[in-house]
């Protein structure tokens, strides 16, 4: 008899379905360190052009958000182009700029998860001392 029996063909299945079960997980956990990391980029690229704009302003600059869908898409632009960075809307995160001290001069930059199992986690960085912290996932 040259045909597979339905019992190993039930075998092949299962097989299929526990190595599906194990890399499932794996694969959803590294897309999520992808967008931690793209996160990360975007705001060490935000604190390079914070400290930039400090050089010339002796000042931080205070952002709301980075995002189109965040503010109003002409303050979005505006902070953009003044801190002559390129990052812009996506659906993953929102970014902002919060800014205190006296004459502005500590900043904190933020990255809001906006989508996916984390969504509304932050990832934080100090931008005056490079630090970054973030809530666990």
């Known amino acids: 008899n040259k045909a597979f029996s339905i019992l190993e ?79 812009y809307d996506n659906e993953d995160w929102d970014y902002s700029v919060g800014v205190s001290g006296i004459d502005s001069s500590t900043a904190t930059a933020t990255a809001v998860r906006q989508r996916g199992e984390h969504m509304n986690n932050q990832i934080l960085l100090d931008i005056t001392g490079g630090a970054v912290s973030e809530y666990s996932w």
């Open 9 to 87: 063909l039930m075998v092949v299945v299962v097989i299929i379905a526990v190595l599906a079960a194990i890399a499932f997980p794996k694969y959803n956990k590294a897309v999520e360190e992808t967008h931690k990391r793209e996160a990360l980029t975007a705001l060490n690229i935000i604190r390079s052009a914070e400290l930039a704009y400090k050089i010339d302003n002796n000042k931080y600059y205070a952002v709301a958000s980075l995002a189109d869908s965040g503010v109003d898409k002409d303050t979005a632009d505006d902070a953009r182009s003044v801190l002559n960075i390129d990052i």
